[in-house]
């Protein structure tokens, strides 16, 4: 007697809202609005968590070529996504640091000679 094969579950639900997550995080990523964005991260991550519920009672035979095809494309968003979110963190931290600029150090540190000094008094020597 042959094995019966559970009928596979349709994870295409869970994949075209991971999809439309991430392009309304895309929407707010654009439009730069920090409670839109912490929403909209909420949201993905509770659809990753539905999916990756559906994707375990499913099994491993659920994910079809192009299911995974789809998933790699939605990392790959996530990926430019992430990439975005550091160039912006890098700017602000450069402009803060541009318009704080850090105070000399109270410590024995800020009394010792820079290398760069050192450098040049050597060279002079």
């Known amino acids: 007697m042959a094995a019966v094969q559970p009928p596979l579950l349709d994870l295409t639900p869970h994949i075209a809202a991971i999809e439309a997550q991430l392009g309304v995080l895309?929407?707010?990523l654009v439009s730069q609005d920090a409670q839109?964005?912490?929403?909209?991260?909420q949201d993905l991550h509770r659809s990753l968590a539905e999916a990756m519920a559906a994707?375990?009672?499913a099994g491993p035979n659920s994910l079809t070529p192009q299911l995974r095809h789809q998933?790699?494309?939605a990392q790959a968003r996530v990926m430019?996504?992430?990439s975005t979110v550091r160039r912006a963190a890098h700017s602000i931290e450069r402009t803060l640091s541009m318009l704080l600029p850090q105070e000399a150090s109270a410590t024995y540190s800020a009394l010792a000679p820079k290398s760069g000094q050192m450098a040049v008094n050597a060279y002079r020597a």
Request: overall charge negative; proline content about 0%.
């Open 26 to 28: 895309d929407e707010a």
């Open 36 to 41: 839109a964005i912490e929403s909209c991260s």
């Open 55 to 57: 994707f375990r009672h």
């Open 71 to 73: 998933l790699l494309l």
């Open 80 to 82: 430019g996504q992430q």
